[in-house]
């Protein structure tokens, strides 16, 4: 029994490296659903503007902006989709990691796996994450133009 004690305890250590990085994903994740949040709220506002317009000219950029819009809906959409599933990675690289210890079964090489594809997740995600920024940026370019 003493013997598990100090594997346990470096268990813990090598655990907690991920379980931060984890936390980090979470507050990345909540950062882009309000994002999501915000953007869906400015297409409802467009839509329901479009209706009480009168210029052409602002009624067709206007419908412009709900392009662009949708399309940043589908990049955060896909931001989200790859940062949750760098965050099932890393879920995953922990219960490896006990779940190796408890059956004494060598996990290494699939720990490691799991962990780099979970930084090829999270690195695909904050590109997209980049791009919907940029979107963003070209939106309110474009509005500023028009008003």
Known sequence: MNALIPSLSQLI????APVFLLTGIAG???VMSSRLGRISDRVRVAERQIH?????H???SSKK???ILWRRVKVINWAIGLCVAS??????????LFAGSLWLVDLKTPVVALFILAMAFLISALLV????V???TKTINMVRTIR
């Not at 250590?13 to 907690?16: G, M, R, S």
């Not at 994450?129 to 919907?132: A, G, N, Q, V």
């Open 52 to 56: 009480t317009l009168s210029d052409p």
């Open 28 to 30: 990345f994740l909540n």
């Open 65 to 67: 902006e709900i392009k």
């Open 13 to 16: 250590e090598f655990a907690v």
């Open 129 to 132: 994450f980049l791009l919907e």
């Open 134 to 136: 940029k979107l963003a």
């Open 87 to 96: 965050g099932l990675m890393v879920c995953t690289v922990i219960m490896a």
């Open 58 to 60: 602002i009624v067709e």
